[in-house]
C-alpha cells in the first residue's frame, strides 16, 4: 500500500501570502489530520477530517483552515502568512476508529520571509 | 483536557547504554497510548501502542514500553541502543474514546558511535 504523500515538500513564502498544501491519505483511510510541528513545541493538532467534514478543530486562528474532497484527499491552507507560521505540517491519516493508530506523511516545510 | 508530559527534552547516550524515556499523562479514563518516532529526515512512523492486556509491550527495533495505570505513565525502553537510534521521539495518548491523538513535546536522542 502506498504511504500518505504530501506536496509540495517545500515551500518558501512571504509574509501576508497565503498557501495551500495538500495530502493524499492510505487507501480505505477516511480520516485526515493535520498537525504543525516546530521545535520545541512538538505536534500541534491543526484539525481532522472525516468523510469532507470537519470533525475536530484544534487552538488555530481561523487563517488556518482545511477541507477534504470525496476520495478522501484533503488540503489545508494559511492566510496572511507571519513568520511564525514556519514550520513543518504534517499529515496523518488513519482509520477513523477512535483510538486508532496514525499514519504520517514526510510533511511540508514551510518558510515564511 | 488531557495533557501529556515527556520530562527528558534531550538525551544523550554512547552506544551499548540503557535508555528510558519518560511519559506521563493527566486522564484518569481509559486510554490509547503510542510512541512515534521520528528518524532524521523520516516520517513521524510508529514504534510501539498499547490499546489493551499485557502492560508490557514491545515494539521495533528492541523497544519495550511499560503501562503503569497507578502512576499515569507509559515509559519507553531499550536495554542497549544503538547509533542508528538517534532520533525524535513522541509520546502520545488517546484518551476517553478520542479519535485525536494529545501528543508530548518530544525527546531528541542523540547516540553516540
Known amino acids: 500500500k502506498a504511504g500518505v504523500t504530501q506536496t509540495p515538500r517545500y515551500l518558501i513564502k512571504t509574509r501576508g501570502q497565503q498557501v495551500t498544501l495538500s495530502c493524499s491519505p492510505i487507501?480505505?483511510?477516511?480520516?485526515v489530520s493535520w498537525y504543525q510541528q516546530t521545535p520545541g513545541q512538538g505536534l500541534q493538532f491543526l484539525f481532522e477530517?472525516?468523510?469532507?467534514?470537519?470533525?475536530n478543530k484544534g487552538n488555530f486562528p481561523g487563517r488556518f483552515s482545511g477541507r477534504q474532497f470525496s476520495n478522501s484527499r484533503s488540503e489545508m491552507n494559511v492566510s496572511t502568512l507571519e513568520l511564525g507560521d514556519s514550520a513543518l505540517y504534517l499529515c496523518?491519516?488513519?482509520?477513523?476508529?477512535?483510538?486508532?493508530?496514525?499514519?504520517f506523511g514526510p510533511g511540508t516545510r514551510l518558510l515564511v520571509l | 483536557a488531557q495533557s501529556v508530559s515527556q520530562h527528558n527534552h534531550h538525551v544523550i547516550l554512547s552506544e551499548a547504554a540503557s535508555l528510558e524515556l519518560g511519559c506521563n499523562y493527566s486522564?484518569?479514563?481509559?486510554?490509547?497510548l503510542f510512541w512515534y518516532v521520528q528518524y532524521p529526515g523520516q516520517h513521524l512512523q510508529l514504534l510501539l501502542k498499547y490499546f489493551s492486556g499485557d502492560p508490557l509491550v514491545k515494539g521495533i527495533k528492541g523497544f519495550e514500553a511499560e503501562f503503569i495505570k497507578s502512576k499515569f505513565s507509559f515509559n519507553l525502553r531499550k536495554p542497549s541502543v544503538q547509533w542508528s537510534d538517534t532520533a525524535e521521539y513522541f509520546c502520545?495518548?488517546?484518551?476517553?474514546?478520542?479519535?485525536?491523538?494529545?501528543f508530548g513535546r518530544g525527546t531528541s536522542l542523540i547516540v553516540h558511535p
Open positions: 486522564y484518569g479514563g481509559t486510554v490509547n
Open positions: 502520545a495518548v488517546n484518551a476517553g474514546g478520542s479519535y485525536i491523538p494529545t
Open positions: 496523518a491519516s488513519s482509520l477513523a476508529q477512535a483510538g486508532e493508530t496514525q499514519y
Open positions: 487507501s480505505g483511510h477516511r480520516s
Open positions: 477530517y472525516f468523510s469532507e467534514t470537519q470533525r
